[in-house]
């Protein structure tokens, strides 16, 4: 009995430590499966489950975190064209300047791609997140980032976003802090805070939108035309732009800054630049009938430069048989910083089709030299705000005519937009600018009101005198 129960207690005991023993291995598997499931193995920096563990915990103690999203500019260039290797060991430095940079307190993690977080577990507000954000962009910039032998310009956009104002939960949190960093990006800010009015999620915006969606079928969207002249004084017709705007039943005549920025955050754009496109090539068709032969330029917004562009364009000419060197897409920097290399094909394939491309606000980006290298575009549009201040600073003549000088020694048509008085256009011709366009000669008009101008039935605008836009 005694030793049959001694027996008995020994297999107790042994398989108990047994169990003991696997419970433990089973345990420091676990945690290191856990941590291996929190870890981005690229850069060793948290990932984002880790980030959405450490906002909820830190919600749910009630402290008000911040959170930094940084996107990386022109990171999909780097893979493509110095290979997958070299865009990861960018990231890894990436990763390393953050860490250092964002201090001992913050947690910063790798969502994915180019894509980084910066948790910051109790700012003092706002601002803190803020002034952290560009420290870090600074940090970036002057990172000296190289890959062998080349030198790497790193620049990147950062949406904040502060617990309690900004949102309440971590999905919340997370969302907008995305909403702004793209905010951010298209506005070429640097660093943007959450704000919903802007936000197409939030409940304002999403009756813009959807008003905006209705608009579109029931032909409250219009366009105006404002004519491009040639530079030198003779003041010859070259072609209009066109230029979107929302007759809202309530708001009366809305112009793009009004809705366009909602819109570029979401699907909408795709078919609001189909549908200008396809209406301001209607309307030259219809003028062409009317014996007014002239170009066109629309304007597109850097989320359509892509495929479906294409296609667009090709429905556009096959619906008018009208000759695609008489269209013109004017593309802004952004469009083209975003994504170079994607851009680049975009354009090519048009200009093989024989459509022209603009570059729009030429000299509002910083970067903008470098990126129109091997870009197939025919024309410069330099910027407004260095035309509009030309007489008053002796620095932006400089900039104006080394812009002309350049684009002339690439093979481009320079065009001055925001052209307001005369003294300006006599001094952007004499600097051999080739065409201007600005309220001087017209306002964007009505199609009716652009063909009475283009055939001289329209009186100048007074000099001076502001004329207000038809509605
Ligand atoms: P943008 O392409 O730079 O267009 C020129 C803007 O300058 C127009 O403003 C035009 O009315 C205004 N403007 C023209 N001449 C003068 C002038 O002498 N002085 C001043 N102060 N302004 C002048 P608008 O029509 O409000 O358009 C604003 C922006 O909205 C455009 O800037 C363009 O980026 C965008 N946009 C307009 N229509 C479309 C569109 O159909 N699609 C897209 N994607 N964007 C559009
Ligand atoms: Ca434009
Ligand atoms: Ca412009």
Not at 301 to 323: F, I, Q
């Given at each position: 009995m005694d030793a049959a129960w001694a027996a008995w207690t020994t297999v107790v005991v042994v398989t108990v430590a047994a169990a003991v023993a696997l419970a433990a291995v089973v345990r420091q598997r676990d945690r290191r499966s856990a941590r291996v499931a929190r870890t981005d193995a690229l850069t060793g920096l948290g990932n984002r489950h880790a980030l959405t563990e450490r906002l909820v915990r830190s919600l749910a103690a009630g402290e008000r975190p911040g959170l930094l999203l940084l996107d990386l500019d022109g990171f999909k260039d780097v893979n493509d064209t110095l290979g997958h290797s070299a865009g990861d060991a960018l990231l890894r430095q990436v990763a390393a300047v953050l860490r250092s940079g964002a201090g001992p307190q913050a947690q910063v993690t790798r969502l994915g791609g180019d894509e980084f977080a910066v948790l910051v577990p109790a700012p003092t507000g706002a601002q803190e997140l803020e002034v952290l954000a560009k420290r870090l962009l600074a940090a970036l910039s002057i990172g000296g980032f190289s890959s062998g032998q080349v030198p790497l310009d790193v620049q990147g956009s950062i949406g904040t976003a502060l617990a309690g104002p900004d949102g309440t939960s971590a999905e919340e949190l997370l969302q907008h802090a995305d909403v702004a960093m793209y905010a951010a990006k298209r506005a070429r800010a640097g660093v943007l805070r959450y704000d919903a009015a802007q936000d197409p999620h939030s409940t304002d915006a999403l009756e813009v939108l959807g008003q905006l969606r209705r608009a579109m079928d029931e032909d409250q969207l219009v366009v105006h035309y404002q004519p491009k002249v040639a530079g030198g004084g003779h003041g010859q017709l070259l072609g209009f732009e066109a230029l979107v705007r929302w007759q809202h039943p309530t708001r009366g005549l809305l112009a793009p800054a009004a809705f366009l920025p909602l819109v570029e955050r979401t699907r909408l754009i795709h078919a609001l630049t189909r549908w200008v496109l396809l209406t301001a090539v209607r309307q030259v068709a219809t003028?062409?009938?009317?014996?007014?032969?002239?170009?066109?330029?629309?304007?597109?917004?850097?989320?359509?430069?892509?495929?479906?562009?294409?296609?667009?364009?090709?429905?556009?000419?096959?619906?008018?048989?009208?000759?695609?060197?008489?269209?013109?897409?004017?593309?802004?920097?952004?469009?083209?910083?975003?994504?170079?290399?994607?851009?680049?094909?975009?354009?090519?394939?048009?200009?093989?089709?024989?459509?022209?491309?603009?570059?729009?606000?030429?000299?509002?980006?910083?970067?903008?030299?470098?990126?129109?290298?091997?870009?197939?575009?025919?024309?410069?549009?330099?910027d407004r705000q260095f035309v509009s201040d030309l007489m008053a600073h002796p620095e932006d003549e400089v900039i104006v005519s080394s812009v002309i000088a350049l684009a002339h020694r690439l093979g481009l048509v320079v065009v001055a937009e925001g052209v307001e008085d005369a003294v300006t256009a006599a001094r952007l011709s004499a600097m051999g600018c080739d065409e201007l366009q600005g309220y001087l000669f017209a306002r964007p008009l009505p199609p009716a009101d652009a063909l009475r101008w283009a055939r001289g039935e329209l009186p100048a605008p007074q000099l001076g005198e502001p004329v207000d836009e038809p509605a």
């Open positions: 003028w062409r009938a009317q014996g007014l032969d002239t170009t066109v330029s629309v304007n597109i917004s850097a989320a359509t430069l892509d495929e479906g562009l294409l296609g667009m364009v090709e429905e556009a000419l096959a619906l008018t048989r009208w000759p695609a060197e008489q269209l013109v897409l004017e593309i802004t920097e952004t469009a083209i910083v975003v994504d170079p290399a994607g851009a680049r094909r975009t354009v090519q394939r048009l200009r093989e089709r024989g459509v022209r491309v603009s570059v729009d606000d030429f000299g509002a980006g910083a970067t903008s030299l470098v990126h129109l290298r091997g870009l197939a575009v025919h024309e410069l549009k330099v």
